[in-house]
Structures are given as structure tokens and as C-alpha cells.
């Protein structure tokens, strides 16, 4: 009997152990839990994004052609650029992704074999763009100004597209580009 009762006292003694190392851990994890939520609002995500950029390599801009934007009167030319062409499977998929800067007067138009409802992200992008859709006729349907970088929010088209145009953000509101203008391009 002595030995059942020592037993008993050594259960309960490693069983008050486990429980004071479980709680140990436990405000140890929410500790740091904390911490690297704080850094990540700040600090720590703009390094890991700089680390990215150092080690992925920029595609370069390649003039594939030039796109006007136009006043809906389709008479009077807003601002042109130059632009590359997404108008293959993995083209569209590239997209603008990796780049690091883009100039002003540069853009990508996305030309879709259909018109159908487009919707893009901005995953792996690490500039924001202002992201135009036109339909079938040229006709700018809708525009999604100032995209957050590297989101993978999504960005419809809201109705049937054949176009896309991504230009630097802020583009639009500099050439004052509104819905109901027109784009008209031609290839290099």
C-alpha cells in the first residue's frame, strides 16, 4: 500500500509537471505569435518583399505596338503608349508580374480570344497599375485605379471584355481615361 501511495504522488506530481510546461508553451507561442504580428505591419513584410525583388529576375519591356486612349467622341486622342501584347495562355498568365518599375508611357494590352467577364489579380506584381477593361468594340467598360501590389483580391470586369490594358497606377486620373473612352492599338 505505502508504494501505491507514492505512485499516486509521483502521477500527480508529473501530471502538475506537463501541465505547467503545456502553459510555458503555450504563453511562449502567444508571445512570439504577437510579436511577429507587429513586425509584419511594418518593417518585416517590406524586407521579405525586397528580398523577392533581389532574387527574381525583371522581365524587360519588349514594343510589341502602340495603343491610343480616345475621348468618347472617338475623334479627339487622350495619350498613347507603347505597349507589349498578352494574346496567349502564357502570356496572359505573366502578365506584368516581377516587374520592379514601369514607365509612364508603357503599358501590356491583353487581347482575349472571346469577350467574357475577365477578372485579374495582382499576385506576384509588385507595382500598382491601373487596370482597364474594354469591350468587343473598344470601349472602356471599367477601370480598377491604383491596385494594391502582390493582392490576390479580385479585380472583375463586371461584363463581357475582349481587352485588358494595365498602365502604371494613376495613369488614368493623370490623362483623365474614363469609363465610356475607347482604346484603339496597332502592332509592331
Known amino acids: 500500500m505505502v508504494q501505491k501511495a507514492k505512485k499516486g504522488k509521483n502521477n500527480s506530481a508529473n501530471y502538475l509537471k506537463y501541465i505547467l510546461i503545456a502553459v510555458v508553451i503555450l504563453v511562449a507561442a502567444y508571445f512570439i505569435y504577437d510579436n511577429i504580428g507587429k513586425k509584419s505591419d511594418n518593417k518585416y513584410v517590406v524586407k521579405t518583399n525586397e528580398e523577392q525583388l533581389n532574387n527574381i529576375k525583371?522581365?524587360?519591356?519588349?514594343?510589341?505596338?502602340?495603343?491610343?486612349f480616345i475621348k468618347k467622341d472617338k475623334k479627339t486622342v487622350i495619350s498613347k503608349i507603347d505597349i507589349e501584347i498578352?494574346?496567349?495562355d502564357a502570356k496572359t498568365q505573366q502578365g506584368l508580374m516581377y516587374r520592379k518599375s514601369m514607365e509612364e508611357n508603357r503599358g501590356m494590352l491583353f487581347i482575349f480570344p472571346i469577350a467574357q467577364e475577365?477578372?485579374?489579380?495582382?499576385?506576384?506584381t509588385f507595382i500598382s497599375l491601373d487596370i482597364i477593361f474594354s469591350d468587343k468594340d473598344k470601349k472602356i467598360v471599367k477601370i480598377h485605379k491604383s491596385t494594391t501590389p502582390q493582392s490576390t483580391k479580385s479585380l472583375p470586369s463586371g461584363s463581357p471584355t475582349l481587352y485588358v490594358v494595365e498602365v502604371i497606377a494613376g495613369y488614368t486620373d493623370k490623362y483623365r481615361i474614363a469609363e465610356g473612352d475607347m482604346i484603339n492599338f496597332t502592332r509592331k
Open 118 to 124: 475577365h477578372s485579374f489579380w495582382m499576385k506576384n
Open 58 to 68: 525583371e522581365p524587360q519591356f519588349e514594343k510589341q505596338g502602340e495603343l491610343e
Open 86 to 88: 498578352a494574346d496567349n
